[in-house]
T-cell receptor, first 113, second 109 residues
Framework: DSGVTQTPKHLITATGQRVTLRCSPR?????VYWYQQSLDQGLQFLIH???????AKGNILERFSAQQFPDLHSELNLSSLELGDSALYFC????????????FGPGTRLTVT | EDQVTQSPEALRLQEGESSSLNCSYT??????LFWYRQDPGKGPEFLFT???AGEEKEKERLKATLTKKESFLHITAPKPEDSATYLC??????????FGPGTRLSVLP
């Protein structure tokens, strides 16, 4: 158990809908990272927040947005969902800005029908 | 654009048969090279961070090395519980993480 929690575990929704994924980092970690993992694309870095501020953006679509709250938990919002958005979404946390290890959560499996 | 490739795509070993996994990277300004292990349906688990060419790190049966263009993960006398997908990832000075596609390792008893 990495200490990172993600909810929900599974999510099934229809195309065009909007969903919110939630992540609670390990106690004391200030950084939260979001990743998307699909069979054809592998693990793709989406976005990094450090202590409430956005630090880096990867391959995140404009339909997706994220934020980190004062209690350090983070939410990833996915809107206008398409079939191709079906994937495992992981969040990870680290104490600093990622030069060391990242601790990954168990993931949220999103299925868009 | 930063790129990370891994080979082989899949590897089957007998228990005790040592081997190496390769990670090739093209990154302008490498800040760190990371190795992770991922079991099916679970989040990746951190193994190593390497920062500069020539650096080596070891953990149990695993040893990671780094050159200016590649990293190797050497597995000595593997056991069935080492079966997993091994991912490498690079981080550049722009804070961007790029993961490779992974090597699926199966160790047969």
């Amino acid at each position: 158990d990495s200490g990172v929690t993600q909810t929900p575990k599974h999510l099934i929704t229809a195309t065009g809908q909007r969903v919110t994924l939630r992540c609670s980092p390990r106690s004391g970690d200030l950084s939260v990272y979001w990743y998307q993992q699909s069979l054809d694309q592998g693990l793709q870095f989406l976005i990094h927040y450090y202590n409430g501020e956005e630090r880096a953006k990867g391959n995140i679509l404009e339909r997706f947005s994220a934020q980190q709250f004062p209690d350090l938990h983070s939410e990833l919002n996915l809107s206008s969902l398409e079939l191709g958005d079906s994937a495992l979404y992981f969040c990870a946390s680290s104490p600093g800005t990622g030069l060391g290890e990242q601790y990954f959560g168990p993931g949220t499996r999103l299925t868009v029908t | 654009e930063d790129q990370v490739t891994q080979s082989p795509e899949a590897l089957r070993l007998q228990e005790g048969e040592s081997s190496s996994l390769n990670c090739s990277y093209t990154v302008s300004g490498l800040r760190g090279l990371f190795w992770y292990r991922q079991d099916p349906g679970k989040g990746p688990e951190f193994l190593f961070t390497l920062y500069s060419a020539g650096e080596e790190k070891e953990k149990e049966r695993l040893k990671a090395t780094l050159t200016k263009k590649e990293s190797f993960l050497h597995i000595t006398a593997p056991k069935p519980e080492d079966s997993a997908t091994y991912l490498c990832a690079s981080k550049d000075y722009g804070q961007n993480f790029v993961f490779g596609p992974g090597t699926r390792l199966s160790v047969l008893p």
